[in-house]
């Protein structure tokens, strides 16, 4: 009751709210320092969900640095182009080498998506959606993008329990029969 009278007491009272501390910022000024000191629990598990589809793509020998790759024609592996590169220089270099000769170009995040392994799949969409989230971190957050990260958080779960079983030592094996002794009696219905 004392707890109750307190709570009505506070909302009701002609007490002056306290003054806020003095200090002179401005609330309609962007602060230089836009980016935290200490990462944040979705930077965590966005670097924790990376570095595993990384792994899968190092043990598939796929490159693990992010930037966009180009592929020589009858050729399996990915040469490293640049970190970044612009429309216009990925249009130059479509152009130079077309990709009806069997040239192929693709970004970090693209390389997997179209194996014919799973995992590799998997690994791929994870680091485009991880990508896209980090993106959109710079801009007004939507309920597209909470789906994506909820979507991303299940495929990761379900490709990391997918790897621990693959690695597991574990094995499943039919039982042996026993043979019955001459004297053993049959077991009785329950």
């Not at 007491?9 to 401005?26: K, N, Q, T, Y």
């Not at 930077?43 to 992010?66: C, F, K, V």
């Not at 801009?139 to 990260?149: F, M, P, S």
């Not at 597991?168 to 039919?174: C, D, E, K, N, Q």
Request: charged share 30%; glycine share 6%.
């Amino acid at each position: 009751m004392a707890r109750r009278r307190a709570l009505l007491s506070g909302l009701f009272s002609r007490r002056s709210a306290a003054a806020p501390a003095d200090d002179h910022a401005d609330p309609f000024e962007r602060s230089g320092d836009l980016e935290p000191t200490e990462p944040d629990a979705l930077s965590l598990a966005l670097d924790e969900i990376e570095a595993g589809a990384l792994d899968i793509y190092a043990n598939a020998d796929l490159p693990t640095q992010p930037g966009h790759y180009r592929r020589e024609p009858d050729s399996k592996d990915w040469t490293f182009l640049s970190a970044d590169l612009g429309p216009s220089e990925r249009f130059a270099l479509a152009l130079e080498y077309p990709p009806e000769q069997g040239w192929r170009f693709a970004r970090l995040q693209d390389l997997g998506a179209r194996s014919e392994r799973e995992d590799l799949r998997v690994a791929a969409r994870l680091l485009g959606d991880v990508a896209a989230l980090r993106n959109s971190r710079r801009e007004i957050l939507t309920q597209d993008h909470l789906l994506t990260a909820m979507e991303l958080g299940a495929a990761w779960r379900a490709l990391r329990d997918a790897q621990a079983v693959r690695t597991s030592r574990l094995t499943l094996s039919v039982p042996t029969r026993t043979r019955s002794l001459k004297g053993d009696k049959p077991p009785k219905p329950r």
